[in-house]
């Protein structure tokens, strides 16, 4: 099943249970918003999910493009994305988790063809400001699917304050045994939804505070299910990795697996960016676009400084926009990575001449690191690269 029939089947199967489809907003979240970049389905949905009527109703299902930061790190292994897409359905004070869950089951089971005896839940098991999930629990009990409470695991909220409350997460059986264990005991467990009964609004000072009408927000992550339900382990052998797959290894010669994950994420990631308005910067959304550039040309040039961003096949630009329904122009995308890449080049030589001077030979100081930030422009990730430290 490709990754626009999952898509497709997940939007038809809602719409058939009386979800209106909403579109998916771009990567920047609306003024005022202290995030940088929108990091969930539900972030554009905040005002309804603390109780503003949605002008669709009160079932809504959609698709939404994500950039989480918190990953960076992580990029290279077989599951983490920088910018990814998340399938997503919200009850807006309308039905609760149990029926959530049924539904869940149902599109899991039979409009993707999982194996049940492959599945299994966690739920929230309670603790001193929110008591144990039950009704969850026995909805997972009479499908008859094995279920583990949790605490600290099965307790959503987007941030120190704002809607939250307990959830349950579905997950899928990946390994090549009859499934064993638990999802926190075996890792080859791997989450694919997770269902938030939002019943709370977390204040500053930890307390909870009921909302107005309780909701249930899910989601998922449409290239981590299409990669299990295409039998891969490895999120960039899904299809829609696919053009990045057939080219890049012919690009800029051989790259190790963990390097060609993180190029191909990295600059995937960028040109998503670069479509949706952000140009490189010294701070904010700019500053993390720069930096995903920047990761991957010191990642190109390791083994040769001659591999430039240039090269990039119009063709790759062009997919990307595309899937991501952005009209911002090829050749202006690629216009600004040889750019960025320019001014690279520049710091890079004057970060090595002044690095070589006597003074910064030994250990630096945090005075230092200070001192090359704000007198010749060199980032403190910058100094540690050139000089070889993690």
């Known amino acids: 099943m490709d990754t626009e029939t999952v898509l497709r089947t997940f939007v038809e199967y809602y719409e058939e249970r009386g979800h209106r489809r909403i579109t998916g907003s771009t990567l920047l979240p609306p003024p005022g918003d202290p995030v940088l970049f929108t990091t969930s389905g539900m972030h554009p949905l905040t005002p309804y999910l603390e109780g503003r009527p949605h002008p669709l109703g009160t079932r809504l299902v959609n ?125 080859r467990w791997v989450e694919v939804w997770n269902h938030v009964m939002m019943r709370y609004r977390g204040l500053p000072d930890g307390s909870l505070v009921p909302l107005p009408r309780h909701n249930v927000d899910t989601g998922l992550g449409l290239e981590r299910l299409a990669t299990l339900l295409q039998g891969h382990t490895s999120v960039f052998d899904c299809d829609v990795f696919t053009p990045w797959r057939e080219r890049l290894p012919g690009l800029w010669g051989p790259l190790d697996e963990t390097s060609t994950r993180l190029v191909t994420d990295h600059l995937r ?30 990642t190109l040039w390791r083994d040769d400084r001659d591999r430039h961003l240039g090269d990039l096949p119009a063709e790759l630009v062009e997919h990307t926009l595309d899937h991501f329904r952005q009209d911002t122009g090829t050749e202006r995308v690629r216009g600004v990575l040889i750019d960025e890449e320019r001014r690279f080049r520049r710091l890079l030589d004057t970060g090595r001449r002044v690095l070589d ?24 990730d910058l100094v540690r690269g050139l000089r070889g430290e993690a």
């Open 357 to 380: 001077r006597p003074r910064f030979r030994g250990p630096l100081t945090e005075e230092d690191l200070r001192y090359l930030h704000d007198t010749h422009g060199l980032p403190r």
């Open 269 to 298: 990631s960028a040109l998503v960016v670069l479509g949706d308005g952000v140009r490189p910067a010294a701070t904010g959304r700019g500053y993390v676009l720069r930096r995903l550039v920047r990761r991957v040309l010191t």
């Open 63 to 187: 698709v939404q493009r994500c950039l989480r930061t918190t990953d960076l790190d992580e990029v290279g292994d077989l599951t983490h994305l920088t910018v990814f897409e998340m399938l997503g359905t919200w009850s807006l004070g309308d039905y609760g988790l149990p029926r959530s869950l049924e539904w869940g089951y149902g599109l899991l089971t039979e409009g993707f063809g999982i194996d049940p005896g492959r599945l299994h839940a966690t739920v929230f098991g309670g603790d001193g400001r929110s008591g144990p999930d039950t009704e969850s629990l026995e909805t997972w009990q009479r499908l008859g699917v094995p279920v583990e409470p949790t605490v600290d695991d099965n307790w959503w909220s987007g941030g120190p304050t704002g809607p939250c409350g307990p959830d349950s997460e579905i997950f899928l059986w990946t390994g090549d045994t009859p499934p064993r264990s638990t999802p926190t005991g075996d890792e």
